[in-house]
């Protein structure tokens, strides 16, 4: 008797869903509305009044609705979490510990200077761990099933990080308190810019790149039947 995927639709719809209930949750609902009324009339009962008793296992739609909405936000939320954030946490902490180590062990990078403007500073053994760290970073964000730009943003997130520390400090420097900020000559700017943003996010992303490589030899072949 009836259908019940169309009156699951229609209570979302009238619930203010406007009828846009994903589908699974609509097929599953309904299943179990289904299997209700089947269950009913089993007992003995009449097409009617089973309707009636499987009608009555959703007594508020719009509560379901909201509760639907908020199960959706959260799992979304926890698959950030678990797709960039925590990778991303990951690749920051070893990428800048593994620096302040390097500084505290007073290892002495190599560094550049024109005219007395502020010149590259490189340390070397810094950039040489970074690939790793950037190809762990990678390979926790591909195997909670991230893709595309969380990848490599996760892997490359130390280097994100100081781009968003010089984007922060440049205009309080300039607005506020310029002896705070960066030398503000242009030679001095690149060399700052090279030294925390491109070369660490270039190493960063080589090995988010070589993870993916080594992850796709690793695969399986598929062979056509």
């Known amino acids: ?6 009156y699951v639709r229609e209570r979302f719809a009238e619930s203010g869903d406007s009828g846009r209930a994903d589908e699974p ?15 009913q009339c089993a007992t003995g009962l009449g097409q009617a009044e089973a309707w009636r008793q499987a009608e009555r296992q959703v007594e508020d ?24 954030w925590m990778p991303s946490f990951v690749t920051l902490l070893l990428g800048w510990g593994t620096l302040a180590l390097l500084i505290w062990a007073r290892v002495q990078p190599f560094t550049t200077g024109a005219r007395g403007a502020k010149g590259l500073i490189v340390y070397a053994p810094w950039l040489m761990v970074l690939p790793l760290v950037g190809a762990l970073g990678a390979y926790m964000a591909r195997r909670a099933k991230a ?22 400090v440049f205009p309080w420097a300039v607005l506020v308190d310029r002896n705070t900020g960066p030398d503000f000559r242009l030679v ?17 992303c080589a090995g988010a790149v070589l993870e993916g490589r080594a992850g796709t030899r690793g695969q399986p072949r598929r062979f056509a039947a």
């Open 61 to 84: 739609w719009r509560k379901l609705r909201r509760d639907i909405e908020a199960a959706r936000r959260e799992g979304a939320m926890s698959e950030r979490v678990t797709k960039f």
């Open 1 to 6: 008797m009836g259908n019940w995927r169309k």
């Open 188 to 204: 001095s700017l690149a060399a700052d810019g090279t030294s925390w943003v491109i070369l660490p996010g270039v190493m960063l």
């Open 25 to 39: 949750v609509v097929e599953e609902l309904a299943e179990h509305l289904e299997d209700v009324y089947a269950e």
């Open 147 to 168: 893709r595309g730009w969380r990848v490599y943003g996760a892997a490359a997130f130390p280097a994100v990080a100081a781009a968003l520390v010089f984007l922060t």
